[in-house]
C-alpha cells in the first residue's frame, strides 16, 4: 500500500516522493496511451462501423473510466491525507528542526518528512493538472524560503558535528 493510507501520516518514508501525484501521473500517462491509438481510429470511417470496434470501444470506455477513477481516487485520498497531517492540531511547520542526541551530543535535523513529501506533493499534482487544496498551497507557499532554511541547517549540524566528534572526550 502507498504510504500514509492507514493513516499512520507520512513520517516513516524513507525519502521524500510524491506517492499519490507519482500514481495519478502514472494512470494519466497509461490514460494517455491508450487515447491516442482511439483517436486515430475514430478518423478511419471503416473502422469504426465495424463489430469488433464497438467491442475494442467498449473496452476502451472500461479502461479509460477505471484511470479516471483512479487518479479522482488518488486526489481525494491526498486531500483528506492533507486534512489529517495538516490540520491535526500539531503546528508541522512550526516543529524544531535541530535537536542534540542525548547520548552522543550531536545534533540531528528533523526536519518533518511531511512537509518535504508536500512540496513534492504539490508539484506533482501541478503536473498532472489539478488544483492543489487551501491547506496545501497555505504550507507550501514559503517552499524556496524553507528549502534554503533546512540546506542551512544542515550544513551548520554537519560542521557542528564534525567539529564535535574532532574533539578529544575531556575537551567536549
Not at 494517455?32 to 475514430?42: A, G, N, V, Y
Not at 542525548?102 to 506533493?121: D, G, I, M, S, Y
Not at 503536473?127 to 487551501?134: A, E, K, Q, W
Amino acid at each position: 500500500p502507498i504510504a500514509g493510507r492507514e493513516g499512520k501520516g507520512l513520517g516513516h518514508l524513507q525519502f521524500a516522493s510524491a506517492p499519490f501525484a507519482g500514481a495519478a501521473a502514472w494512470a494519466k500517462n497509461l490514460l494517455q496511451r491508450i487515447q491516442t491509438p482511439h483517436e486515430l481510429m475514430l478518423t478511419s470511417h471503416h473502422v469504426v462501423s465495424t463489430k469488433e470496434y464497438q467491442d475494442v470501444f467498449e473496452q476502451f470506455k472500461n479502461v479509460e473510466n477505471a484511470l479516471t477513477d483512479y487518479i479522482e481516487r488518488q486526489y481525494q485520498d491526498w486531500q483528506e491525507l492533507m486534512e489529517t497531517v495538516f490540520r491535526g492540531g500539531e503546528d508541522i511547520m512550526g516543529i524544531n528542526i535541530v535537536r542534540r542526541n542525548a547520548q552522543t551530543q550531536l545534533l540531528e535535523v528533523t526536519f518533518p518528512r511531511e512537509v518535504a513529501v508536500l512540496f513534492k506533493e504539490v508539484e506533482g499534482w501541478e503536473r498532472v493538472g489539478y488544483s492543489i487544496p487551501f491547506v496545501a498551497m497555505e504550507h507550501s507557499k514559503d517552499k524556496e524560503r524553507i528549502s534554503v532554511v533546512r540546506c542551512h541547517v544542515r550544513a551548520m549540524a554537519r560542521e557542528y558535528n564534525t567539529i564535535l566528534s574532532a574533539l578529544a572526550p575531556w575537551e567536549r
